[in-house]
């Protein structure tokens, strides 16, 4: 199993505040320090709170944002795809669904009308969409259905990769259910990698085989779904798995959390979580490095 | 970016206005089709008086040498001399501008008044009978040319009525009040001189409801719309949930931060304002810079027009960086953004 | 339940009139929340959650809607015909509210100090420099350190979870003995939704309001509630005390929408996704709303609408047709 | 619920739904009958009628109106009515293509502008601000003096002043359509600049550009008028409504006719452009939405 792309050691970091004289006084941290690989037909799931630098992730890997150092490997010309979060906005409310569709074609080689026309109807049919409804505007769909007509516009330039960028957080359970199934089923048929970036620890359980933890823009755990959710070591991991609301253990009596989150304009020196750690102790106070265990699975943090 | 960071950046800008402005409109000149020479000396002089007078304005130099002493002078505060009345442009606008200041204040302080309670009726009450007769009251207002209303004015209230004078500051004859700030109503009161406040006043009603009636409609709508946009926003919902009078809420939450948008339209209209002006001096024989430059533009006059140009314009952008500085001391949000 | 509720709703049927038509939004919804007790709404977009809670509140734009039948009782005041003057001393002071979006709920450009201060004088015959130490303490009570220095703040400068709790402290300025909170948490990340939540479900508990918390997050509820309705197209499915509902559920939607669910089965197998959408309000439904989604339909759910309110369990409703018939 | 509410209303365009709103928006009603009557007078009845503008009748000079003569006669005893629908053609044929010169211009480059960023949209807001920076009509008047007085040169000018507020307009809604997630998907299928400007950017920011330009008629035409009026622009004996009022402005305490009918030509024909510039925002107002 060959890397499908890669990062390695990737750091993002933008422009916040200038001075009068356009001098950058203000940086925000996006990312720091990244290094991921996702491996054909397998799916890398990036689990993380907003501010984490997740979608600065999405951008960098298809090819959006340049890094600000580190590089991006494997070879990205014409085969990463991507689903974007709000089916609202994600399709152009101008254009006809087969434009849509077959945009990825049309805008590198000029195409027939009919032939993009029938490219369309085979691609809805793909995603479980009428044939028939070529002709038809977003707004005449639903939040799911439109979803699908963003998994048929990923899959018609054949990409070997396709981004998954909060594809279900904006649709109601059922219907996220729904576009689940038509994922993993397209993953079985075409033998497609994935990368799903969410929020969503349920979601990321179930659909992932490898997760990568973030936290203010680095990785804090990575390793093969089973033994990160089973046994979470990043005190960070933790916290977050614990937060999940769960249904039918009764009534909660928690235990007031009341940390925030650190700013990315100036970064905390040494590890990044202890301000909110429950087990910060001496040796926090130095930067931590993401190290291994057994099977791949690594964690940041040296009390782990 | 802090204000002083703001401030120090727009300052760098009013330097490039000027001179791009000055740039433009003397690359412009030099197409103009008259002779300034022949015209300062007039039709029947001699050939040689001409060539005189060409030597005198240095308009024998190249153009960019022209351009560079213009620059110069502007740089010490002397706009040239003008062709028309003989004077320093710069004296003939110190001259001019009280009188165009009244009328303009007098019209915006009018405008604001009657716009803003209509803007906000129009928004509060959609589409009801009251935003119909506020919309189509300021699309009347848009719509109207101030020359037009000018003259219909003074056809109904001086010809017809007899209310109101004809035109001018102040009756033939009546001296006007010490000069204080050169508004001769202002400078009468302050004089205490009731008399010849009340002939002042007398003379600035109808140019001042002229220029002021066309911007009750840009006021209006700007208002309209700046509080349809906050009357549909979440903490609106939360002020009303909260039990807040229905009044409260629109007068004290959604009005002021309507009001912050305002501020920056009302500076843009300042241009507007200074258009109308023109035409509301020209026809009210109003002696301000309005009518000191149409007589300038028919007589060819071009070191008038472009002093008058240059001062209008960095007026402009001051009034427009005053407006800027308001709008981040009124709106907590901006100081922290870039 | 013996004492009188703090919220009544009964048999409220609403609608929204479009061109040629009319949206049937709510269909004769029964919700009662007794003193002190904490009552989760759930369902997903388009259930009707939220249009209740805005009715109830009297916050939907007059002229927009219409109520066909029913009647909203809050602490003893007809909601439907109340006067401006009625609903203006109950708001904020009798019942509070608190929204989705903490970026846009508080005025932008008003102090926090200013706007807390504002609201309690509002209701309460006080002080400048009193209502200001009471905002202080309740700002205190949601646990914000340094209050004295928040109060000074803007909306802007602070977190979103932040922000939350300020709308929090806000709506328990004027001691309501209800709290509306209209998914309150979806904006917010689960670290900060645990915080955000405990703060209102102990504030609650303190003061003994009663809260009325819509959500479309089943973990939510069975965490934070003490009973649930659950809302399927503008009608109420089931209900009953939420353990009995979560854990033993008896309409085929509450089961449906349990099982869709990814933890409900092993990693990368099919979901049991429910398949199909909403039905269309704008047309007058015969039959269950829920008929045509349902694996269980038959003829008479297509037909008639099953009857309101089953007996199930002891306070435990439903409203089907095969609520005989199926197997638990 | 309030989700499907605003899906229901923001379905595309419902001829029948459209017809009932706008006939629920008297203002744009009004907007659409006047501009009818405008179009009628100064486009068809010229024709019809048939008459010189400029047949001078020095019997009946300075005539007050009455049935022969509508709106009265000038100086020379040219038919004020007449004169009134040709200066139509001048003043409306000038106004519209003075707006959609400076709205085609300044749209696209606004677009690119918004689009592109960086140092190009930087080099071209500053230009932008530099022209803006002069209040426009002094701009205007500055060229309008150094090019010599005429109708073309107060064309040119206006058009000049125009660009920028489309830049603006146009720009500002590019970067919000710049931010939608079908703009940044088709940077990811590899669309290049032009693409996007053409197929996403252009077709998403033309509402409230034509919404502009509607408005825009309107006061061109007020500006058109006001530099003719002081003497910059159409030249007499030319039939345009400002150098009409301009012309009739010596007679006005008596002959109150000669200026008046031109203005109140102008005045209907800005008012109508208004209501309907006005009407179509509020109809393709997203603040609408919702509450049909």
Redesign the interface.
Same mark, same amino acid.
């Given at each position: 199993m060959s890397a499908a792309i890669g990062l390695e050691d990737v750091f993002v970091r933008f422009p916040v505040a200038r001075d009068w004289r356009g001098r950058v006084t203000v940086q925000a941290h996006a990312l720091n320090g990244v290094s991921i690989a996702v491996a054909r037909g397998r799916t890398l799931g990036i689990l993380g709170e907003s501010g984490c630098g997740k979608s600065t992730l999405a951008q960098v890997l298809?090819?959006?944002l340049p890094p600000s150092s580190g590089r991006v490997t494997g070879d990205r010309d014409?085969r990463?795809?991507?689903v974007?979060?709000?089916p609202n906005?994600?399709?152009?409310?101008?254009?006809p669904v087969w434009r849509?569709v077959t945009?990825?074609v049309f805008?590198?080689a000029p195409t027939r009308r009919e032939a993009l026309r029938a490219m369309a109807a085979d691609l809805l049919e793909c995603v479980g969409l009428r044939p028939d409804h070529v002709d038809r505007?977003p707004?005449?769909f639903s939040g799911g259905q439109r979803q699908r007509i963003?998994i048929a516009?990923a899959l018609s330039?054949k990409p070997d990769i396709i981004i998954l960028d909060e594809p279900t957080s904006a649709l109601d359970v059922s219907v996220q259910a729904q576009i689940l199934n038509l994922l993993l089923a397209l993953q079985a048929e075409l033998g497609l990698a994935f990368v799903l970036i969410s929020h969503n620890v349920a979601v990321i359980r179930h659909f992932c085989d490898e997760v990568a933890v973030m936290y203010l823009g680095q990785i804090v755990e990575q390793g093969s779904v089973d033994t990160v959710f089973a046994d979470p070591a990043h005190p960070y991991t933790r916290t977050l798995l614990d937060a999940v609301p769960r249904i039918g253990t009764g009534r909660a009596h928690h235990a007031l959390d009341e940390t925030e989150l650190p700013s990315n304009r100036t970064l905390p020196t040494g590890c990044f979580f202890q301000n909110r750690c429950p087990m910060a102790a001496a040796g926090c106070e130095r930067p931590q490095i993401l190290s291994g265990g057994a099977g791949g699975h690594l964690v940041r943090c040296h009390r782990a | 970016m802090s204000i002083v960071g703001m401030l120090r950046r727009r300052l760098l800008?009013l330097v +490039?206005?000027v001179f791009?402005?000055t740039l433009i409109?003397f690359a412009?000149?030099h197409?103009?089709?008259g002779d300034p020479a022949r015209l300062l000396a007039g039709d029947r002089a001699s050939d040689e008086l001409v060539a005189h007078m060409r030597l005198k304005l240095g308009l024998d130099r190249p153009l960019y040498v022209q351009y560079a002493r213009y620059m110069a002078g502007l740089l010490q505060g002397d706009l040239g001399t003008s062709i028309r009345t003989g004077r320093p442009v710069a004296e003939d606008i110190v001259a001019y501008f009280p009188a165009t200041l009244e009328l303009v204040l007098t019209a915006l302080t009018m405008a604001v008044l009657v716009g803003v309670p209509l803007g906000v009726a129009s928004a509060v009450w959609r589409?009801g009978w009251i935003d119909?007769i506020a919309?189509?009251f300021a699309?009347?207002g848009?719509?109207?040319?101030?020359?037009?209303?000018g003259? +219909?004015l003074?056809?109904l209230f001086y010809?017809w009525l007899g209310w109101f004078p004809g035109g001018g500051r102040l009756p033939t004859g009546m001296a006007p009040p010490p000069p204080v700030t050169g508004m001769y109503v202002l400078d009468a009161v302050l004089n205490l001189e009731w008399g010849t406040a009340r002939a002042a006043l007398r003379h600035l009603v109808l140019p001042a409801v002229c220029l002021g009636f066309v911007h009750v409609g840009v006021i209006a709508?700007q208002i309209r719309s700046a509080m349809?946009?906050q009357l549909?926003e979440d903490y609106i919902r939360t002020a009303r949930a909260a039990g807040l009078s229905r009044s409260r809420v629109i007068l004290g939450h959604a009005l002021p931060n309507a009001a912050i948008p305002s501020v920056t339209v009302l500076g843009l209209a300042?241009?507007?304002l +200074?258009?109308g002006a023109?035409?509301t001096e020209?026809?009210f024989a109003w002696p301000g810079m309005g009518a000191y430059?149409?007589n300038s533009?028919?007589a +060819?006059d071009?070191p008038a027009?472009?002093g008058?140009?240059v001062v209008?314009?960095m007026a402009?952008?001051l009034v427009?960086l005053a407006v800027d500085v308001t709008y981040m001391l009124l709106d907590p949000r901006i100081k922290e953004v870039g | 339940m013996t004492a009188s509720p703090v919220l009544s709703i009964r048999n409220l049927s609403l609608e929204?009139p479009?061109?040629g038509g009319a949206?049937h939004?709510l269909e004769d919804v029964t919700i009662e929340i007794a003193a002190g007790e904490i009552v989760g709404v759930v369902g997903e977009?388009?259930?009707?959650?939220?249009?209740t809670a805005m009715a109830a509140m009297r916050l939907l734009?007059e002229r927009?809607y219409r109520v066909t039948q029913g009647a909203i009782v809050m602490l003893g005041q007809d909601m439907l015909t109340a006067g401006e003057a009625d609903l203006r001393a109950l708001r904020g002071s009798g019942v509070a509210m608190i929204f989705q979006e903490p970026l846009t709920a508080l005025n932008p450009t008003r102090r926090i100090g200013d706007l807390m201060v504002e609201v309690i004088r509002a209701h309460q015959p006080i002080g400048r420099s009193e209502a200001r130490e009471k905002a202080i303490g309740l700002l205190d009570s949601m646990r914000i350190a340094d209050a004295q220095a928040v109060m000074r703040r803007y909306p802007f400068e602070l977190s979103g979870g932040m922000r939350q709790r300020i709308v929090i402290a806000l709506a328990f300025a004027n001691d309501p003995r209800l709290v509306i909170a209209d998914e309150p948490t979806t904006a917010l990340d689960v670290t900060v939704q645990r915080q955000v939540l405990t703060l209102l479900q102990a504030r609650a508990r303190d003061v003994g309001a009663a809260v009325l918390l819509i959500t479309h997050d089943l973990g939510v509820v069975s965490e934070y509630a003490d009973s649930v309705y659950v809302m399927y197209a503008?009608k109420v499915v089931e209900s009953g005390p939420t353990d009995a509902v979560l854990t033993t559920p008896r309409h085929p939607y509450t089961r449906a929408l349990l099982q869709a669910g990814p933890e409900a089965v092993a990693p990368k197998s099919p979901l049991a996704a429910i398949p199909g959408g909403?039905p269309d309000?704008?047309e007058i439904i015969p039959g269950c709303r829920y008929a045509g989604r349902c694996g269980l339909a038959t003829d008479i759910c297509r037909g008639a609408a099953p009857p309101q309110s089953q007996a199930a369990a002891p306070g435990h409703t439903l409203s089907c047709w095969h609520a005989e018939g199926m197997s638990r | 619920?309030?989700?499907?509410?605003s899906? &229901?209303a *923001?379905?595309?365009i419902d001829w029948r739904?459209l017809r009932?709103r706008i006939g629920?928006?008297?203002?744009t009603v009004?907007g659409l009958v006047m501009l009818g009557i405008v179009v009628f007078c100064v486009g068809l009845l010229p024709n019809l009628l048939a008459q010189d503008p400029n047949v001078i009748n020095l019997r009946a000079r300075l005539a007050a109106p009455s049935w022969s003569h509508l709106f009265g006669t000038d100086e020379v005893g040219r038919d004020i009515f007449i004169r009134v629908l040709h200066g139509g053609q001048v003043s409306i044929g000038v106004a519209l293509f003075v707006v959609a010169v400076s709205a085609s211009v300044g749209t696209v480059i606004g677009g690119l502008s918004g689009l592109l960023g960086g140092m190009v949209d930087t080099a071209i807001m500053?230009l932008m601000?530099?022209v803006l920076?002069?209040?426009?009509?002094?701009?205007t008047?500055?060229?309008?003096?150094?090019?010599?007085p005429s109708l073309t040169n107060a064309v040119i000018a206006i058009a000049v002043v125009r660009v920028p507020t489309y830049v603006r307009l146009s720009r500002g809604q590019t970067l919000v359509v710049r931010e939608?997630?079908?703009v940044?998907?088709?940077?990811?299928?590899?669309?290049r600049p032009l693409?996007i400007l053409r197929?996403?950017v252009v077709?998403?920011i033309l509402s409230p550009v034509v919404v502009q330009a509607t408005l825009d008629v309107?006061?061109v035409i007020?500006m058109v008028?006001?530099l003719s009026?002081?003497? &910059?622009g159409a030249q007499p004996p030319a039939a345009e409504w400002?150098a009409m009022? *301009?012309a009739?402005?010596s007679f006005? &305490?008596d002959q109150?006719w000669y200026?008046?009918f031109?203005?109140l030509a102008?005045?209907f024909t *800005?008012?109508a452009?208004?209501?309907l510039g006005?009407g179509i925002r509020d109809l393709t107002d997203p603040?609408q939405k919702g509450? *049909?």
């Open positions: 298809t090819g959006l014409g990463i795809s991507i974007l979060q709000d906005s994600s399709l152009d409310p101008r254009m849509i945009e990825p805008l590198h505007y707004h005449e963003a516009r330039s | 800008f +490039l206005v791009g402005v409109t412009v000149s197409l103009i089709p589409n119909q919309r189509t699309a009347i848009i719509s109207t040319p101030a020359f037009w209303l003259l +219909l003074l056809v010809g709508r349809l946009d549909s300042f241009g507007d +200074l258009y023109v035409l020209t026809i430059v149409v533009i028919q +060819l071009f027009v472009m008058f140009t209008v314009s402009y952008v427009n | 929204f479009l061109w949206l939004a977009s388009g259930c009707g959650k939220s249009v734009p927009a503008g909403l309000l704008r | 619920m309030m989700a499907a509410l899906r &229901l *923001s379905r595309g739904r009932h629920a928006s008297p203002v009004t500053r601000d530099v920076a002069v209040p426009s009509l002094v701009l008047m500055a060229l309008a003096a150094a090019l010599g939608a997630g079908y940044m998907a088709a940077r990811v299928f590899g669309a693409q197929l996403h077709p998403n309107g006061a007020l008028a006001g009026f002081i003497g &910059l400002g009022v *301009s009739g402005r006005i &305490l109150w200026s008046a031109p203005g102008i005045l *800005s008012i452009f208004n209501l006005d603040r509450r *049909s």
